[in-house]
């Protein structure tokens, strides 16, 4: 936050010496610690712009979704910026401009994590991320992406704190637990929730909407005392006690 003040500030100078027709914008001069988007994204674009955007709304699937991350602004992409607009009281027309990147900058660390959530995290098993079953890039990017999931969930249930108790471990880590072989929490994408404020059932029912595909919570065998929330191919949803 701080850098992107700097960042408009200088431009504007900059602007103001270098141009007497062009006067800077602030829209344009925006600039973030972590990310800045140039241009206005709309359906039909395309582009790693697309992705960053992807990444930071994957929270807002609706029920059952998962978004895309694949730089395609398509349909569902747009529907995923409306929830967010809608969540945050902006104009709901599915188009990114400078409203939709400033509540995002708003929201985003300059190592590009959600606000309320951080590596350190979620990840209590080693410092690198490394030796899991993917690469350690991989698992901090699969992370990241569960990360704003999460802040949506946690804006969604009143932004009372999410209690985060793990998330990646490495082979070593995840046998010295007793995990399963072929558990999430070794892609970095898995996340262990505790009972915080709002219990494990309301967390666990909330998660449908916010883009996880894996929920398992209180009723799953090894689950009464946590809810586990990640990514996988397909849907597997599993908290008996709680309905689900
Ligand atoms: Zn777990």
Partial sequence: MKSRLVAVLLALLAGAALSFTAPASADVAAADGCYTWNRTLGEGASGEDVRQLQIRVAGYPGEGGVLALDGQFGPGTKAAVTRFQQAYGLGADGVAGAQTFAKLYELQDD????????????????????????????????????????????????????????????????????????SRHLYGDAVDLGAGSQGFCALARQARHHGFAEILGPGYEGHDDHVHVAHRSGQFWSAPSCGI
Avoid at 142 to 156: D, E, F, G, I, P
Avoid at 158 to 164: L, M, Y
């Fill in 111 to 182: 190592d590009c994590t959600p606000v309320n959530f951080s590596y350190g995290e979620l990840n209590n098993c080693n410092s690198d991320w490394s030796g899991g079953n993917v690469s350690a890039a991989q698992a901090k990017a699969n992370a990241l992406v569960s990360m704003w999931k999460l802040q949506a969930m946690r804006h969604a249930m009143g932004d009372r704190p999410i209690v985060v108790n793990g998330g990646f471990r490495s082979v070593a880590c995840n046998n010295a637990v007793g995990g399963a072989p072929a």
